[in-house]
């Protein structure tokens, strides 16, 4: 009897040269299970950040800095969601939510986006370490779902023509598990550098967005379902389709005791003792993973 193979926690990238676009997939499982765990977050909450992390994957492994950042954040004054945070570095993914849980108990069990965000932001930076450049775009949190805001922010901050879309369930152990697409046209063509977004009409790109808008949420989130099937399926009728590199996706939080104490030291004496307890420890909490840190506040001082 053949061994069913589970595809969890990768990205793969390929591109369609015939069409000009490029794409990337991704699926997600014990890494949101390692990222959600650390929070027990109610339903939506947890929902809303899955999404967001699939996201982060699915942009950030796009970078061609290995020791690039991808950061995604949102804002909201009256919204349930006060903070959203997610970033990936290479291959790493983290992310916490701030919520109002007096809002949260206002709202609809399934809240729609503006019912959690109300008037949001979504920004987008790109930290690229080995040039030390910094990009930027902001756009607000319109749409059904926060791939849709995705969407819109390549559209209208990058103006290339993109698809994002993101499926979500559940295995029979109750596991959430992830699958994403991100289709791009490319904003110049393979022959002669032809700019192509200065064209009147895209058929290329429409031919690809359409077949994309296929595929179902069922199928982005089957982890019997290798990456490489997904995007043959799609696309097995182009005369070429180029695999791109895969990238193991995995938690990752950069907090530590000495990271901290760094952090610390910025601060004077006399802050630091107004921050530490009876006991002289200045209690740290990371955000991102829940962990809390004990620090000496006189340690901080002799290092």
């Known amino acids: 009897m053949q061994e069913t193979t589970i595809d969890l926690d990768r990205?793969?990238?390929?591109?369609?040269?015939?069409?000009?676009?490029?794409?990337?997939?991704v699926r997600l499982g014990p890494t949101l299970d390692a990222v959600l765990a650390a929070h027990a977050y109610p339903p939506a909450i947890e929902a809303l950040l899955a999404e967001?992390?699939?996201?982060?994957?699915?942009?950030?492994?796009?970078?061609k800095d290995p020791a690039g950042q991808l950061t995604m954040q949102t804002r909201s004054d009256s919204g349930v969601v006060q903070l959203l945070v997610c970033d990936y570095r290479g291959g790493e993914l983290r992310g916490y939510i701030q919520y109002d849980a007096e809002k949260l108990a206002q709202a609809p069990e399934k809240p729609t986006l503006f019912a959690l965000f109300g008037q949001g932001y979504l920004a987008i930076t790109f930290d690229l370490a080995t040039s030390g450049e910094r990009y930027q775009g902001i756009v607000?949190?319109?749409g059904d779902t926060l791939a849709e805001a995705a969407e819109s922010y390549f559209i209208q901050s990058e103006q290339i023509p993109s698809l994002v879309r993101v499926g979500i369930t559940r295995d029979a152990d109750g596991h959430t598990i992830d699958g994403g697409l991100f289709l791009q046209h490319l904003p110049e063509g393979e022959v002669g550098r032809e700019r192509l977004h200065t064209r009147l009409d895209h058929p290329e790109w429409e031919h690809v967005a359409a077949l994309g808008g296929t595929m179902g949420v069922?199928?982005?989130a089957?982890?019997?379902l290798p990456l490489e099937t997904l995007v043959w399926r799609l696309f097995n009728e182009e005369p070429e389709v180029r695999a791109l590199a895969s990238t193991p996706l995995s938690r990752g939080c950069r907090c530590n005791a000495e990271y901290i104490a760094g952090v610390l030291a910025k601060f004077s004496a006399e802050e630091r003792r107004e921050m530490a307890d009876e006991h002289g420890l200045i209690q740290v909490d990371c955000a991102f993973c829940s962990t809390k840190f004990p620090v000496p506040a006189e340690a901080v001082a002799a290092a």
């Open 140 to 142: 607000p949190l319109d």
């Open 11 to 25: 990205a793969l990238g390929f591109a369609i040269p015939s069409r000009s676009a490029r794409g990337r997939v």
């Open 222 to 224: 089957d982890p019997a």
């Open 218 to 220: 069922d199928e982005l």
């Open 52 to 63: 967001a992390l699939t996201l982060a994957a699915l942009i950030g492994s796009t970078l």
